[in-house]
């Protein structure tokens, strides 16, 4: 939920309450699948007379602009159904069809902003009388599908804090609008319903809980917090538990601009190097340090507060720890073993590492030697460029540092990707590995925007 907090809202819609009841989003809904509906069959019946190849462009036309009415549509709900549609985005890219993935991701957090007296009323329910105690910003510095957030000062103190406050209604929605989501999707017959999707559904529902529990969310914060208070590249907000509660958060304000900042691109490259290298080595510790990782790839979950002195370090805030992940032993295990043998870009390794998984030991060697090189490919920031012959020259500086912005990485691994699966009859990979890739296509984004290079050697040698 970072916002450059330099900047608010005031010039942003307001509305005065959210449609959380039941009946209210099953119209909603329901208003949408009839709509759909009814052009689906309308579409049927007038491609009955087309060609094959006339009637398949045709479909797919019709099926992007459903698509976008569906995520319209959506986003005018805000809550988790937002949510939903944002994490099938970002992890549903094998059970989706592109069009509807291509959709939902133009949803967003930057909506409408709740008025402050619905606000206000809901911390006067939470907080009850030492509401009195904060001098609240009525204005918003930034907002979310779940929750927005509002600056304010302990008066006792001069304690410079912010409130993230959650959305009345949307906890109890959670569950109710999984099931308004899937029985959309299924009325729609947009998507088809598979095992692969319910099971996606439930780990979607577990993802919402968890994330709207903020006395969870403050614990994760202060693990991270001590984690990290004796490295000066990095800021995390510290929590204050007197004005917590299990539906609102409070935390020390702390400024910065976001990385998609102008502003970042007057530094010069090598502070915007140190930033990069300091964001990619979170994720190294996440996974061969502290075995739970921020799976959330939104690099609106950083911001970077500029030095004003040149020889001072820039330092990365660190934001929204509601969807921290713990993962198992085992998993880790093979995570760093793939992550090691990528370093000295060694097939046999990487080979060799993917054991131990029922995914990974129910591939014949065939299609295992094929992943294990996907892998080395998606594993190239992090090799050691002496180890690795395959890294393009203009990947490369004179330093040996990576440089992400040329790499066209994505690109790459999609093609070798899609060769990969066409090989052999693919399964959809554990979600637990989902999370993981998509983090490192989220650092590459990160990356690429800072335009950063980055040291292999600093990055994973301290783990070998």
Known sequence: M?????????????????????????MSIAKTSLNIGRRWAGNSVSGMFLNKEARTARNQAFMEAQANYLAAELGKLKGSVVKIGQMLAIYGEHILPPEITR????????TATLTWPTIEKTLRQLLGNTMNELDIDPVPIGTASLAQVHRATVLATGEQVVLK??????????????ALFKQLLRVSNIVPQTRALDAWFEEIRDLLHHEVDYEAEASTTERFYERLSGDSRYIVPKVNRTYS??????????????????ALQFLSHERRNAIGQAAIEIMMQEVFVWGEMQTDPNFGNYLVRVSENEDDI?????????????????????????????YRHDHKAM????????????????????????????????????????????????????????????????????????????????????????????????LTVLDSYTNSNNLVKPYL
């Open 2 to 26: 970072a916002n450059d907090t330099s900047k608010k809202f005031s010039n942003k819609q307001s509305i005065d309450n959210l449609k959380t009841s039941g009946f209210d989003r099953r």
């Open 103 to 110: 959709a939902l991701q133009t949803l967003n957090d930057d």
């Open 165 to 178: 406050i959650q959305y009345p209604g949307v906890a109890d929605a959670i569950n109710s609008d999984l």
């Open 245 to 262: 509660k299990k539906r609102l958060l409070c935390m020390s304000y702390e400024p910065g601009i976001t990385v998609v900042s102008e």
């Open 314 to 342: 820039d330092k990365l805030v660190l934001l929204d720890f509601g969807a921290v992940r713990q993962f198992d032993g085992n998993l880790l295990t093979i995570a760093r073993g793939l992550l090691r043998a990528g």
């Open 351 to 446: 080979t060799l590492a993917m054991t131990g998984y029922d995914f990974f030991d129910s591939m014949s060697d065939k299609v295992r030697s094929d992943i294990a090189s996907l892998f080395l490919l998606a594993t190239e920031p992090f090799s050691d460029p002496a180890q690795n012959d395959d890294i393009p020259r203009e990947c490369l500086d004179d330093q040996n540092r990576y440089i992400w912005a040329n790499s066209k990485l994505h690109s790459r691994l999609s093609t070798k990707a899609t060769r990969a699966m066409q090989s052999f009859e693919f399964n959809l990979p554990p979600k637990e590995f989902m999370f993981i890739s998509r983090k490192f296509i989220g650092a590459y984004t990160l």
